[in-house]
Structures are given as structure tokens and as C-alpha cells.
């Protein structure tokens, strides 16, 4: 589905249904991709702040679907 490249999955932790999936980077990966994602609040918004594989920092709506 991903076409092989990196991509993020948000989930929900209730059923582990998946809500929301990017591979926004596309093919752009450096090297590898090792991180973490952070949460925090904008504007009364859950944020998800993920590093990607091409070197950028990427919010995502943490409830998009």
C-alpha cells in the first residue's frame, strides 16, 4: 500500500482500528527512520509531531481522518 516507502499510522487505543495513515515523505527517506512522535496542543488541537525519513517535522491532526 505504502509503495515501500516510510509511512506514519495513527490508531485508535480503543478498538486498534486504524484512523489515519501518511507517507507524506514518499520515497524522499535519507537513510532510515528511527524517531518517535510527540503529542501536544495548538489552539485546543491535539497534534501529533512526528520527524519523518526526509528530514522534516510534520504536525498531523491527531483525530483527521
Do not use: M, R
Request: charged share 15%.
Amino acid at each position: 500500500e505504502n509503495g515501500g516507502a516510510s509511512f506514519i499510522v495513527a490508531l485508535d487505543k480503543n478498538t486498534g482500528k486504524v484512523v489515519w495513515t501518511s507517507n507524506v515523505p514518499g520515497e524522499n527517506v535519507l537513510h532510515g527512520q528511527w524517531a518517535s512522535v510527540g503529542i501536544c496542543e495548538v489552539n485546543g488541537k491535539a497534534q501529533v509531531l512526528a520527524p519523518l525519513g526526509d528530514g522534516w517535522l510534520y504536525a498531523f491532526d491527531a483525530f483527521a481522518v
